[in-house]
């Protein structure tokens, strides 16, 4: 079956500095990847829809000058979060479609 | 605006028994709807998709209805065991889904 592979798991990152992480297809091409946020206790929050070869759709109220998405092949799609606050720290999950949806296993963000 | 409102944040149920969860979703005409299950710290895992013109759908021991009219779907897990304890999300969406906020629920042993 399809597999999305997210990376890092976990990341601590210093307040002011940038994190990227990284979702891959393993199995298939996505040409759309989606990018989710959750907050504990709380649903996943759209951020953006990822196009690969163009630029990202960012759902209302996400500053993509935040966090830049980059899907340059069809198999990656990169979440950069750029001078991270505290108020950044979340649960980062990808996923892609094909014929279903497909999630990553989710980067937790720890900002301190 | 679309919303998904599922009823319980959290559910027991012992074990052996059925459960029931909710999804109830106004402003939005799905073609399809589908439910995850997400355990902590993890991303959530299709479970099963129904379709508008699908009244019922079957996978194991799981069982999904779809109501257009009444706006609903409920999902059942029959003979629940502890390993069923988990967070499952309702979803809707066609080019890009949107989630409920999930039920937690809990088999007692």
């Known amino acids: 079956g399809a597999v999305v592979s997210q990376h890092p798991s976990w990341v601590i990152c210093k307040s002011g500095t940038s994190v990227k992480i990284e979702c891959r297809s393993l199995d298939f091409q996505a040409t759309t990847m989606f990018w989710y946020r959750q907050f504990p206790k709380q649903s996943l929050m759209l951020m953006a829809t990822s196009n ?16 830049l998405i980059n899907h340059a092949s069809l198999t990656l799609s990169t979440l950069t979060v750029t001078s991270a606050h505290p108020e950044d720290s979340s649960f980062y999950i990808c996923s892609a479609r094909q014929k279903g949806y497909t999630f990553g296993s989710g980067t937790r963000l720890t900002v301190v | 605006s679309q919303k998904i409102e599922q009823n319980s944040e959290a559910l027991n149920i012992q074990e052996g028994k059925t459960a029931t969860l909710t999804c109830n979703y106004t402003n939005y005409s799905p073609a399809y709807l589908q439910w995850y299950r997400q355990d902590p710290g993890r991303g959530p895992v299709f479970l099963l998709l129904i379709r508008e013109n699908e009244k019922e759908k079957r996978k194991e021991r799981l069982k999904v209805t779809f109501d257009t009219t009444l706006k609903q779907s409920l999902f059942h897990i029959t003979a629940s065991q502890p390993a069923d304890s988990a967070t499952y999300l309702c979803a809707l969406g066609d080019d890009k889904i949107i989630f409920g906020k999930g039920t937690r629920l809990h088999i007692l042993p």
Do not use: R
Not at chain 1, 58 to 67: A, L, T
């Open chain 1, 52 to 67: 690969e070869g163009s630029k990202a759709t960012y759902e209302q109220g996400v500053e993509k000058d935040k966090f």
